[in-house]
Each structure stands twice: as C-alpha cells, then as structure tokens.
C-alpha cells in the first residue's frame, strides 16, 4: 500500500512539472509571435506558494495550478492574456496603466530591492537592528521581458506586508519597500487580474 501511495505522489509531481512546461512554452511562443509584429517588451506574472497541495488519487478534472498572466502594449492598447494547463483563453484589452508604470520603472528595476523586515531595539543602552524572515511565504513573480533582456523580480508577501515584527517593533524597511516599483507593479497587476477575472493571486 505504502508503495502505491509513492507512486500516486510521483505521478502527481511529473504531471505538475509537465504541466508547468506546458504553460511555459505556451507563454514562450507567444512571446516570439508578439516580437514578430513588433512587440519588443512583455511582462509574466504569477504567484506562487510552498506548502502542501492535496490532490485526491484517481480525480481527473483538471486543476489549474500553474496560473500566469501575460502582459503586453500593441499599438495603443495594452492586452492581458491568462495561461493555465487547464484552458485557453483569448486576450483582452485592459487599461495602459500597468505597462505604462512598467516603462516608467523600468530604469530603476534592475536594481531595486525590497529590504527584509528589520526592526531596531535598545539593549543596554545601545541600539541593536535585529532582521526577521519567514519561509513559505507567497511569492509574486515579474517576469519582464526587453528585447533580448529579461528582469525577474521576486517579491516575499512577508516582507513587503509586514507592519510591525512581532506584533510591536515598527519594521523599519516598510515605507521603503511600499514606494518601490515592484511594489506599485504588484498591487496594478492583482487588481487587474482581480478585475478581469473575478480571482484572487492565490
């Protein structure tokens, strides 16, 4: 018995990494059909988290579980078009204001940080700055393809949400990392997603 259920979990992961390579290709030669006619920078975005997926041996409706947005500029319309191993779905126009905040950061990006959370107390009279991470945090994903360059950006749900360490210490990076592109990229890309597709990220 022990055996069979190593063989359900070892189908159920090839059949996810088939399906992300599904999704990725599909993703990839969209990308090349959008260079054909002059689309020189797109953005991927998805979210992610660790953590435990329960499937039910023998189910097979399909579940999307590897969900990502593409999104794009053509002419003057900006284009948004979901990708999952499940469906296919159309494009559809949305407003220009991500793609246009996307060229507006986009010189700042390469560079730009979000700060771990920090918080700083006073020990024997001295000031002690004491860093804090959790780990199986959601992750948001850009993926932000220029020409032949691409930019991925990687944002910890912790440390770009969190207030106060421990309920009490004001973390010290916060304000940074709310005026920070990456930031401002991530709250337009999940209120259009929410939008146009009635979902939450995760």
């Not at 018995?1 to 059949?15: P, R």
């Amino acid at each position: 018995m022990k055996n069979i259920g190593f063989l359900l979990l070892a189908l159920f992961v090839a059949q996810a990494a088939r399906a992300q390579r599904d999704v990725e290709k599909r993703i990839a030669d969209t990308r090349r059909e959008l260079r054909a006619v002059g689309v020189d920078t797109s953005v991927c975005y998805y979210t992610y988290s660790y953590g435990v997926k329960k499937f039910v041996p023998g189910d097979t409706a399909c579940k999307a579980r590897n969900i990502r947005y593409l999104f794009w500029t053509q002419g003057p319309q900006s284009l948004i078009q979901r990708f999952d191993e499940c469906n296919r779905y159309p494009s559809e126009r949305i407003s220009t204001i991500f793609m246009n905040a996307v060229k507006a950061g986009i010189g700042r990006l390469p560079q730009e940080k979000i700060l771990p959370a920090e918080y700083v107390y006073v020990k024997n009279g001295e000031k002690v700055k004491i860093g804090i991470s959790e780990t199986h945090n959601p992750q948001t994903v850009f993926e932000i393809y220029t020409g032949d360059t691409v930019i991925r950006k990687y944002i910890d749900w912790f440390d770009i949400g969190v207030v106060y360490v421990e309920g009490k210490y004001p973390n010290i990076n916060y304000l940074n990392n709310l005026n920070t592109v990456q930031n401002n990229l991530k709250e337009l890309a999940e209120a259009i997603v929410e939008r146009k597709y009635g979902i939450q990220p995760l």
